[in-house]
């Protein structure tokens, strides 16, 4: 079976470069099965993408692709999340109405601080992880995300692959945050940009796969939170194979990610 990529940016989010078009035309020429895009959406008035996505915009440029390329590429469509608990209730009612094969839920802000090279210098760095896994679980226990976004984000500043699991304060909280992402019946996100970035691993890294899975985890999706076309799908090949091995699924299809977050929150009456 070919490789899927489910984390994907395009012109659609703040900081993409690329446009839908031409991610699936990359996509046909690399083999892939399937895309899902997950463009930017945040509710802070502080962050660089606030206002920036547009429902209607990103709605009628996946229906034009799916006409020009359905026939060759499945093509998902969903968003990345920004997750602050502060927003949950906004981010809830925004929900609602909308049309979303996936719904990704990132933390990439700690006490309403964006994460960043500075922080990392500035805070303890158990404390900080200890913060950001506690939004990650009540991400997890919203209810909202048919999937959990790169879980050890914080190594993206810190260049350290494996602080998260090897640091013995962190152990708790670590399974604590994996058992709520699979009680809340999310998929665990794995993203392959950490392969390129400073820690050179994958995001969680495949010992907290291996964790997730003896805790009773089963789904993982995978994406390489492509912002440009060069950087679509890689790894992506490789890292199914892995997750196979480490004996989790990875999802390919629309309705397993349905049968996940997202119809419990249709069932909570999202
Ligand atoms: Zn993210
Ligand atoms: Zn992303």
Not at 47 to 65: H, I, L, M, R, T
Not at 71 to 82: N, P, S
Not at 136 to 164: N, Q
Not at 244 to 256: F, P, S
């Amino acid at each position: 079976m070919n490789p899927v990529d489910f984390h994907i940016h395009t012109t659609l989010s703040c900081d993409g470069h690329c446009t839908i078009e031409e991610v699936c035309r990359k996509a046909i020429e690399i083999g892939l099965q399937a895309v899902c895009f997950t463009e930017h959406f945040d509710l802070d008035t502080n962050d660089p993408g606030y206002g920036f996505f547009n429902y209607e915009e990103y709605s009628s440029q996946v229906d034009e692709a799916r006409r020009c390329f359905g026939g060759q590429l499945t093509i998902l469509k969903g968003i990345e999340a920004d997750y602050q608990s502060r927003f949950e209730g906004q981010l809830r009612r925004w929900l609602k109405d909308k049309e979303l094969d996936l719904v990704l839920g990132s933390v990439h802000y700690v006490d309403g601080v964006t994460l960043s090279e500075e922080l990392v210098r500035t805070r303890n760095l158990d404390e900080l992880y200890e913060a950001y896994l506690g939004e990650v679980r009540l991400s997890a226990e919203s209810g909202l995300f048919g999937a959990i976004g790169h879980l050890d984000y914080v190594k993206k500043y810190t260049g350290d692959a494996s602080y998260l699991e090897s640091s013995d304060r962190l152990q708790s909280a670590l399974e604590a945050t994996l058992q709520s992402i699979i009680r809340n019946r999310a998929a665990l996100e794995v993203s392959t940009k950490g392969l390129v970035a400073k820690s050179r691993d994958y995001r969680p890294s495949l010992k907290i796969v291996r964790l997730y899975r003896d805790l009773g985890g089963r789904k993982i999706i995978i994406g390489s939170d492509a912002h440009d076309t060069y950087v679509l799908g890689t790894g992506v090949s490789t890292l199914s194979q892995l997750a196979q091995k480490a004996g989790v699924e990875v999802v390919t299809q629309a309705q397993d990610l349905m049968s996940f977050g997202r119809a419990l929150a249709k069932m909570n009456g999202i």
